[in-house]
């Protein structure tokens, strides 16, 4: 927000310099980002009378006056402004002068011919606005409110100004004030509060105009107040300086007024023609209303020219139940004030924050002056306090008279029911720690306490607990309600006006080695694990693009982006999209994986589940010229053989078994894993349909796996200090076995069952050919199988293994029903 230094010292004895007040507003925690000293802007330009203007007699457009400055004769200036005319007071940039702005310096000149001794001024190249109609114009010469020939332009545009930018945090909705950061001001030097005050009389309630709220909760309070009367001309000089000083666009009177009061005490306010209102209506009375758009293509035209379809979560305000404006937002434009506008509706509410922000979200993230202050949320207990120095001044400036008003009010009485929070001494030292007193620690004295908070409009009232400690009973001031809720809040207004440069830099008497938590290591064993084998590790958004119908997905009620409306289900999308993207730009096959959580819902509720998934695909290799150019894409067996690889590694004993759940995978190409009978997740190759649709390479092959029964595992007792296997330094002896097995016979099975019959004794298990073709019975396939054998004390014999490998032989025969061929 921009501060007007001048606008500030009339509601705040300061005497600090811009400099020392910007230097203490940011150790407050309001970050001043710019100092502008804006007499800068238009030193050297003074009030000058045009006594004549002729024709350029070289330049159709151009106009050859002379001026008088107040110096010992006119001067003869050349001006391009179509509004020049003799008997106005202007304001003259005299030779020498150097405007900022439009980054020139003023010389004699000749302009097709005819010496130009100055320039005539606009307020765009005096920096008050970004374009202007013509040149500026005082006012008339006879006019005795006129201000005098070589006066000074500065004070009378309000140049005479330093203006500070100022941030604030987003609890802190009154600091988008001037009254507000007065109040701070105040607080922070002592400096006397000088705030303005309406002495308006009580307004009566009339038929011809009348309020229904329906949606009491967005809107606990709405004023309209009709005024009759006014006569729409521009806002005198002061006030359009010190809106264009906040960077708000002149625009008339009335219309100006609620703009002032917004800048000054945070209040939105909007104005209403009422003959428009009352031709939307098509009735002679009034009813103003507060609802969410409901019809079915309702829409509205705002004050910005736009026609916009009504959403169920726009909040609208309404003339006989038909829209005209955007609650909190923005006003409609068929009930714009105007040129001939005579009588007015003027409205000041309160709408609810999280109403107003979902309400602008919908319409495409409007933002206004309004909306940034409800968003924050708007000070509920001053809102007549506002509305009655909106009515003084727009009697004032645009005169007229009050006909009639009428509220709809459910605020809480804040004089009934006060915010009271206990805040104990003891407990703010032990946040805060020591003080500097002269270099020796000391602590924050109570009398220290009472006078930060009582500068901040705090009550306090003093007692003892049972230890004898001072406690506070603090009543909280109304317009602090929406920040100061705690007893940490109360200190942390102590530590920020008592001055955090004011507090001793300590240190930990002791300090203690970091160390990662179980799962952290473990987590990081798991990622190394990956990249050996050649794996790099995605972080993406923990949003889906993609809408499913089973109900178990977790829909985002107010999301960032409309494309990303729901949480993600599931990894293995997200990493197909980012290997489309990597082959899109040309950076080749994505080897990648995961680890983050997916979300659901069932009959308990919400459910988060942390995951592990990856993609592997395409070529890895770095370079083709064994392959004659052509990419070499991984087979089942080489991708599954990198899965294994991490399983080995990590010591893991995952089984597999054939899965045909899944639809995104190829049904004969995907396998459940399982570790010590719980169900891991999946692996396979994704189905050739979707590989078509979504342009993939030919061999593309995800997995994903639930991570808390690898952790599990992992953090066993036994399993997290690696212990050491005694070797055989004796030869191995292998054994082969080659026999037909139906097809859906698993592997996996076949593996498990000859572990378990081999005993001790048998180290490996290998399948080193399988066959489909020619010379094997239809629905089965050739498979050959090598057992290792090795003891550790021995060389094994003959008697020693065949019993084995003829039990072996047994267990094939008799359990799958395989027809032995060696």
Known sequence: MYIALNWLKELVDCQLDPETLAQTLTLAGFEVESIDDRSTWADGVVVGRVLTRIQHPNADKLSVCTVDVGGTEPLQIVCGAANVRA??????ATVGTYLPKVDLKIKPAKLRGEKSEGMICSVSELGLAKDSDGIHIFGEAEDPHTPAIGTDVRPLLGLDDVILDLSSTANRADALSMVGIAREVAALTGGKLKLPTADISAISKQPQLSVNVSEGQACPVYSATLIEGVQIAPAPEWLQSRLQA???????????????????????LHAFDADKLQAVSGTPTIQMGVRYAEKQGEALKTLDGQERPLHAQNLLITASNTPVALAGVMGGETTEVGAGTQNIVLEAAIFDPVAVRKSARSQGGMRSEASTRYERGVNLAELETATHRAIELLLELAGGKISCQDLSDRRPDFSQQPRTIKLRLV??????GPINDDGEPGEISSEDVERTLSALGCQLTASTDDKEETVWDVAIPPYRYRDLEREIDLIEEVARLYGYDRFMDTLPSESAAGFLSLDEELLRRIRAAFRAVGLNEVVQYSYATEKLNNGSQVEIINPMFAEYATLRSELISGLIQSFQTNLAQGNGALQAFEISKIFGRDETGLIETDVLAGIIGGDPGIGRWTTGGKPQPLSWYQAKGMLDSVCASLSIPVEYQADRSDPKLHPG???????????????????????QEQDLPAALYVFQLNLDPILNYLAAEERLVPVFKNYSTYPASDRDIAFFAPVELSLAEIHKSITKAGGELLEEVAVFDEYRGENVPNGQRSLAIRSIYRALDRTLTEAEIEPLQQKIRDVLVDKFRVTLRS
């Open 669 to 691: 190409r995907t396998a459940s894993l399982w570790l010590q009978g719980q169900k891991l997740g999946y692996f396979g190759q994704l189905h050739p349909q979707l590989r």
């Open 427 to 432: 407990r703010l030292n032990q946040i805060l």
């Open 87 to 92: 008997g106005i007071h202007v304001a003259v």
């Open 246 to 268: 906040a960077g708000i666009r002149p625009i008339n009177n009335v219309v100006d007024v609620t703009n002032y009061i917004l800048l000054e005490w945070g209040q939105p």
